[in-house]
C-alpha cells in the first residue's frame, strides 16, 4: 500500500521570503503522479501543483515549484515570494497510473503542513 | 462552470437521525469521489464511482453508510443512523477519467452529530 507522508506538522514564514515544505512517499509503482493541495481557513481544497512520475523536469507554477526526487520517492513543494493569501494547510498527495484493465488509483494524502505567512 | 456543487454547507442533527449529503460534480466529469476529513485520520476515501458506477467502497467505515450515484450531475452520501463520531467535514471530488490532472473537489459539509 502506498504511503505519504509530511513530516512538518507547522511552518511559519515571514512575507516576501521562501519556504519549503516536504514530502516523502513510499510505494513499489513505477508510474504515478504527484499533487500538492492547498486548503485555506475556507476549507475549500485547491490544487497548486502536479507532477508526473515518468517526467523528470520539475513542475513550476507561477510562484510554486516542485523538487521531486523519485530514487529518494521525495516531492518538496517551494513557496517563493510567500504572501498571506498563502496561509493554509497543505498537503501532498499521491496516485498511481491506471492499470490496463485495473482500477483506477485514488489520490491518497498526507497528514498536511499548516504555513503561516507572517507580515 | 460553478465547480463542484455540495450541499448542505453546514448540517447539525441528533444521534440517531438519518443524514443525507448531496453532491453535484462538474458536467463532463465522469468519475466521483467522496471523501472524509476529520483532525484524526486526515483525509480518507469512502468511495468513488466512474460513469455512475461504484468501484471501491473499501472505505466506506459500516453498513450505515451508504453511497448512490443515480446520474452523471448527482450523487449521494447517506448515514442512518448517524453517530457522533460521524462529525467530520465530508468532500465530493470529480475528475475526469482517470485523474491524471488531479480532482475538483466541492467545499464540503461540515456534519455535526450531537
Known amino acids: 500500500a502506498q504511503t505519504v507522508t509530511q513530516s512538518q506538522p507547522e511552518m511559519s514564514v515571514q512575507e516576501a521570503e521562501t519556504v519549503t515544505l516536504s514530502c516523502t512517499y513510499d510505494?513499489?509503482?513505477?508510474?504515478?503522479?504527484l499533487f500538492w493541495y492547498k486548503q485555506p481557513p475556507s476549507r475549500q481544497m485547491i490544487l497548486v501543483i502536479r507532477?508526473?512520475?515518468?517526467?523528470?523536469q520539475n513542475a513550476t507554477e507561477n510562484r510554486f515549484s516542485v523538487n521531486f526526487q523519485k530514487a529518494a520517492k521525495s516531492f518538496s513543494l517551494k513557496i517563493s515570494d510567500s504572501q498571506l493569501g498563502d496561509t493554509a494547510m497543505y498537503f501532498c498527495?499521491?496516485?498511481?497510473?491506471?492499470?490496463?484493465?485495473?482500477?483506477?488509483?485514488?489520490?491518497?494524502f498526507g497528514k498536511g503542513t499548516k504555513l503561516s505567512v507572517k507580515p | 462552470d460553478a465547480g463542484v456543487i455540495q450541499s448542505p454547507r453546514h448540517e447539525v442533527t441528533e444521534m440517531g437521525q438519518e443524514v443525507t449529503l448531496r453532491c453535484k460534480p462538474i458536467?463532463?466529469?465522469?468519475?466521483l469521489f467522496w471523501y472524509r476529513q476529520t483532525m484524526m485520520r486526515g483525509l480518507e476515501l469512502l468511495i468513488y464511482?466512474?460513469?455512475?458506477?461504484?468501484?471501491?467502497d473499501s472505505g466506506m467505515p459500516e453498513d450505515r453508510f451508504s453511497a448512490k450515484m443515480p446520474n452523471a450531475s448527482f450523487s449521494t452520501l447517506k448515514i442512518q443512523p448517524s453517530e457522533p463520531r460521524d462529525s467530520a467535514v465530508y468532500f465530493c471530488?470529480?475528475?475526469?477519467?482517470?485523474?491524471?490532472?488531479?480532482?475538483?473537489f466541492g467545499s464540503g459539509t461540515r456534519l455535526t452529530v450531537v
Open positions: 510505494t513499489s509503482e513505477s508510474n504515478y503522479y
Open positions: 458536467s463532463g466529469h465522469n468519475s
Open positions: 507532477q508526473e512520475a515518468y517526467k523528470q
Open positions: 471530488a470529480s475528475s475526469f477519467y482517470r485523474g491524471r490532472y488531479g480532482y475538483t
Open positions: 464511482f466512474n460513469n455512475n458506477v461504484p468501484i471501491d
Open positions: 498527495a499521491f496516485m498511481k497510473e491506471k492499470d490496463y484493465g485495473g482500477s483506477q488509483g485514488n489520490l491518497i
